[in-house]
């Protein structure tokens, strides 16, 4: 029998590959190649380390972070790389003590002009996994090696045109999930994808089809292989240039529920609305295998402010989520909207890791499983930027729901205790200018989570900072925050922390 590579072998050569193209790119226009190296500084106390409801304990916790950002946005490979070594020491609980690598990277090659590209992309981060216990997710401090997701994927793709405004595209990803213990375990997900349209091919009418294959492999003896079909024919017809209507019909199939798999027509309808430049509408709703699945999208933007709006209602995993699903999140949209207000020096591979590490923090991003469920999100969020002041706003609400037959995977995860996981949250942020080189902020979350199965759960988390960042010099800022958390429930625990960090660019 043909054994399969390791992960990790398999994760590292993917990232030696991206460097390599990095590097190789670099060589035809060097000047657009941008490296920085960095060194984040943070000193940490807390009076709850281990976010105890009756036992607190103090602590001390220092890390030193050297890191490397590699970035290029133009020539035949974009994109870049972000990585930081995070070393963190406990003055207290010294076993706490840790080193990891950090990482966020994504970036496309351009082999054949206009016609054939490598994407590539990885991720390895550490962050609370459940929706019931434990610390925020994001939390700075919550740096459990069980805790470490990481993520890789290649995907090469084949474009072509056709006819005055027709467009093809077939291609191949192949991803790998890895967990720090047995929640995640290993993951492989292959998705081919072929695809051909022209909206406008009679001017009122255009056409478009679609197929894509999903496999995913587990680790031998935890998990059944599982697999998807999803093929679409749409019919598109342009009222005007700026609406257009949709008619979908296809098939679908999937084992996801049972062993013997399920199968079924997929009958839909929706429209794109394009009012004006700054505003886009997208509504689809079909008739699934799984009841009604819809896909609800509202981006409006203005001179200083952004609102968007979304709501879906699909099977989906984890490993979706974590290779680029947040980029369409309100809360993300918020998030990097204002950074780009608050410090527009910032390129976009830098604006965007700093705002995936927010949005993490907010609570985005929620629970991790290795099983696909059926999901139903819902999320609002509202930033505007004056002269010396930002603020950002946003509702966030999701449900998934094991499928049913979930039980014959081994699950460590929320989705193991319960049938149903309910989350709400919601978010506050405020930034204010004091001077050119100093500003204030304070935020606000609160989410409250609940679980549905053979005993119910409900956990409500609250979170509060104050914080004061300086620029020091030109290449360097310090900063001081206060926190406060509070969670009520199964892991009832309060918590106050002082945070002082040091940051510098070479």
């Known amino acids: ?37 960095s060194l984040d500084n943070r000193l940490t106390w807390t009076d709850n380390v ?7 304990q103090k602590d001390w916790i220092a890390e030193i972070s050297p890191g490397l950002s590699i970035s290029r946005e133009s020539g035949r490979f974009s994109g870049g790389l972000d990585m930081r070594l995070r070393n963190l020491a406990h003055a207290e609980r010294t076993e706490d003590n840790t080193t990891y690598l950090a990482l966020q990277g994504r970036g496309t090659f351009e082999a054949i002009e206009d016609a054939f590209f490598v994407d590539l992309a990885a991720s390895i981060s550490r962050d609370n996994r459940s929706a019931f216990s434990g610390r925020f997710g994001g939390d700075t401090l919550d740096t459990d090696e069980n805790n470490e997701t990481r993520l890789f994927s290649i995907a090469p793709r084949f474009a072509f045109r056709f006819g005055a405004s027709g467009e093809g595209r077939i291609g191949y990803q192949q991803r790998w999930l890895t967990g720090g213990d047995s929640t995640l375990g290993d993951q492989r997900s292959g998705t081919w994808q072929a695809s051909v349209t022209d909206p406008v091919a009679l001017r009122l009418f255009g056409w478009g089809l679609e197929y894509v294959r999903t496999d995913t492999r587990y680790d031998e003896g935890s998990n059944r292989d599982v697999e998807q079909e999803v093929g679409r024919a749409t019919l598109f017809v342009n009222i005007d240039p700026q609406f257009r209507v949709r008619a979908i019909g296809g098939y679908e199939s999937n084992d996801y529920a049972t062993v013997s798999g399920e199968r079924g027509a997929i009958w839909g309808a929706g429209f794109d609305w394009y009012p004006n430049e700054r505003t886009a509408i997208s509504v689809t709703g079909e008739d699934r295998i799984f009841g009604t699945g819809y896909d609800v999208s509202l981006q409006h933007r203005m001179a200083r402010s952004a609102l968007t709006l979304t709501a879906r209602r699909d099977i989906s995993s984890s490993l979706q989520d974590l290779a680029g699903g947040y980029a369409i999140d309100p809360l993300f949209q918020a998030i990097y909207q204002i950074l780009g207000a608050i410090d527009p020096t910032l390129s976009d591979l830098e604006r965007e890791r700093i705002a995936l590490d927010e949005y993490r923090a907010r609570g985005g991003q929620g629970i991790r499983s290795n ?53 709400r949250s919601a978010s506050l942020s405020f930034n204010h200018q004091l001077s050119g080189l100093a500003t204030l902020s304070a935020g606000y979350l609160r989410s409250r989570s609940e679980g549905e199965g053979v005993t119910d759960d409900t956990t409500t988390r609250s979170s509060y900072t104050l914080g004061l960042t300086r ?36």
């Open 471 to 506: 620029r020091l010099g030109a290449q360097a800022n310090g900063g001081v925050t206060y926190s406060h958390i509070k969670s009520e429930g199964r892991d009832a625990y309060t918590e106050n922390a002082v945070t002082a960090t040091f940051g510098m660019r070479f």
């Open 1 to 37: 029998m043909k054994t399969q590579p390791e992960p990790r072998t398999l994760c590292l050569s993917l990232l030696g590959a991206a460097l390599l193209a990095l590097g190789m790119a670099g060589h035809a226009q060097a000047q657009t190649v941008r490296i920085q190296p």
């Open 371 to 423: 099983a696909y469920f059926l999901e139903r999100a819902f999320g609002a969020g509202y930033s505007i930027s004056g002269v010396r002041n930002t603020v950002s706003i946003s509702l966030q609400q999701s449900e998934r729901q094991r499928l049913s037959t979930l039980s014959g995977f081994v699950l460590n995860d929320d989705l193991a205790d319960y049938d149903k996981i309910r989350t």
């Open 50 to 56: 281990d976010t105890s409801a009756t036992n607190k």
